[in-house]
């Protein structure tokens, strides 16, 4: 098995995901090295990837061309570019909605959002004009939603057209308040976006690649997975253990660990973060004392 078999040429994305992703990398064990003005940052001990930074629709573009291996883009780029790619892992990182959002008063003029192109002629005075980022979910769903509107491109700040040059917009939304503060208001949701870890096809022909990018994927859902968790420890006795054990969620089964010769127990899971409010006071109400709860770095299952 030679060098070039093994290397992994990535793209790393340049933009608002790449601080989630560079960190990431980092708490799997591959920091990243970047100068300020350079390209090609290093990751890890720099043997295994051949890296280069790209905007997310260029990483989704070089992947289906081939000329990168594996990459991080969103999701979003992926179904606009209708690029052949294979997705490897979802982050769950940067989640966002791509949605269509109109002006509050043409909603109130229309009644519906669900109107034919005639009532929105009406109401806009003009052919409907739909302004987005995403030419291609955007006239997709024009044909959809309302064939014989009007497209226009977008380079960014989108939520600025309504009124005055365009009547809807499909754009991304992570928590709406933007298209509050303009006046807008969802009538479609289209898809979820996040960021994902995608290949190229050609890469995934290549036992040798797809071993590595394989590799790749287990060392970062380790992290995502730890990042979701923590270890949660307690000693209970023999007598409480099995009410105990009932209600602690874990991956497989809890690790117990006799103390006293058996008359109590230390019992570790790795219990999802956002059960704990809940979980802790009724461990204590089932016996449990001495609980300990630790932050994980990583998890492999």
Same mark, same amino acid.
């Given at each position: 098995?030679?060098?070039?078999?093994?290397?992994?040429?990535?793209?790393?994305?340049?933009?608002?995901?790449?601080?989630?992703?560079?960190?990431?990398?980092?708490?799997?064990?591959?920091?990243?090295?970047?100068?300020?003005?350079?390209?090609?940052?290093?990751?890890?001990?720099?043997?295994?990837?051949?890296?280069?930074?790209?905007?997310?629709?260029?990483?989704?573009?070089?992947?289906?061309?081939?000329?990168?291996? !594996?990459?991080?883009?969103?999701?979003?780029?992926?179904?606009?570019?209708?690029?052949?790619?294979?997705?490897?892992?979802?982050?769950?990182?940067?989640?966002?909605? !791509?949605?269509?959002?109109?002006?509050?008063?043409?909603?109130?003029? /229309?009644?519906?959002?669900?109107?034919?192109?005639?009532?929105?002629?009406?109401?806009?005075?003009?052919?409907?004009?739909?302004?987005?980022?995403?030419?291609?979910?955007?006239?997709?769903?024009?044909?959809?939603?309302?064939?014989?509107?009007?497209?226009?491109?977008?380079?960014?700040?989108?939520?600025?057209?309504?009124?005055?040059?365009?009547?809807?917009?499909?754009?991304?939304?992570?928590?709406?308040?933007?298209?509050?503060?303009?006046? /807008?208001?969802?009538?479609?949701?289209?898809?979820?976006?996040?960021?994902?870890?995608?290949?190229?096809?050609?890469?995934?022909?290549?036992?040798?690649?797809?071993?590595?990018?394989?590799?790749?994927?287990?060392?970062?859902?380790?992290? /995502?997975?730890?990042?979701?968790?923590?270890?949660?420890?307690?000693?209970?006795?023999?007598?409480?253990?099995?009410?105990?054990?009932?209600?602690?969620?874990?991956?497989?089964?809890?690790?117990?660990?006799?103390?006293?010769?058996?008359?109590?127990?230390?019992?570790?899971?790795?219990?999802?973060?956002?059960?704990?409010? /809940?979980?802790?006071?009724?461990?204590?109400?089932?016996?449990?004392?001495?609980?300990?709860?630790?932050?994980?770095?990583?998890?492999?299952?």
């Amino acid at each position: 098995m030679n060098e070039m078999e093994t290397t992994l040429r990535l793209g790393l994305p340049k933009g608002r995901m790449q601080a989630k992703v560079f960190q990431l990398l980092a708490d799997s064990g591959l920091p990243v090295s970047l100068d300020e003005r350079e390209y090609r940052p290093k990751v890890g001990n720099g043997l295994t990837y051949e890296t280069k930074l790209l905007k997310p629709q260029n990483v989704v573009e070089m992947l289906a061309s081939g000329s990168r291996d !594996i990459g991080f883009a969103g999701a979003d780029w992926a179904r606009e570019l209708g690029s052949k790619v294979v997705e490897l892992l979802d982050t769950g990182m940067d989640s966002v909605r !791509i949605v269509a959002a109109t002006p509050e008063a043409l909603v109130k003029t /229309l009644g519906s959002p669900r109107a034919c192109i005639e009532a929105w002629t009406r109401a806009c005075g003009r052919t409907p004009i739909v302004a987005s980022e995403y030419e291609g979910i955007a006239r997709a769903w024009i044909d959809s939603f309302l064939p014989g509107a009007d497209f226009i491109r977008s380079y960014g700040a989108t939520e600025v057209f309504p009124p005055e040059d365009a009547d809807l917009i499909i754009d991304n939304c992570a928590t709406g308040s933007t298209l509050k503060a303009n006046g /807008l208001v969802i009538i479609d949701t289209i898809m979820s976006s996040s960021t994902r870890l995608y290949a190229s096809q050609r890469a995934m022909e290549n036992p040798d690649k797809k071993e590595t990018a394989e590799a790749l994927v287990l060392i970062l859902t380790s992290v /995502l997975e730890a990042r979701r968790r923590v270890m949660l420890e307690v000693n209970v006795s023999a007598d409480c253990l099995d009410s105990l054990i009932e209600i602690l969620p874990c991956l497989r089964s809890p690790t117990l660990s006799p103390l006293e010769g058996g008359k109590d127990f230390a019992v570790r899971v790795a219990a999802p973060k956002d059960t704990l409010a /809940l979980l802790i006071p009724e461990i204590k109400r089932r016996g449990g004392t001495d609980i300990v709860v630790t932050q994980l770095s990583q998890l492999v299952p």
